[in-house]
């Protein structure tokens, strides 16, 4: 997911995660159709062969990413007014001086909530 979103500057990145349980099994990065450096839209094609993949692959849809290369780690209004699966998590990505924070929630009612984040470190590749 970093060098994802890491490529992807100025603009904002975003992609699903699929997985069980709440532990995330595959990163498939999904072109960000407004190429917009403070919103997002997945390419409608590119969503769905992400939806497709995690099916074929026996997993779930458990989260959605995306970056603010220019904002805290945090959802911004837009991300609640855009967000659609509050049975996923949403991980948001920004860059802090030379490196990445990123910040995990959950839209429950009428915001998002704080989820934690266990990092294990694992070789992936994007493509």
Known sequence: MQDHVEACLPEEACGLLGG???RVRMVLPVWNALRSTTRFRMDPQGQISALARIEEEG???IGIYHSHPNGPPRPSETDFLEAAFPEVGYLI??????GWQCGA????????VPLPIQWERRETSLG
């Open 20 to 22: 069980r349980e709440g």
């Open 59 to 61: 997993e779930e849809m």
């Open 93 to 98: 990505w920004s860059r802090r001086g030379e």
């Open 105 to 112: 929630f959950r839209l429950v009612g009428e915001g998002f």
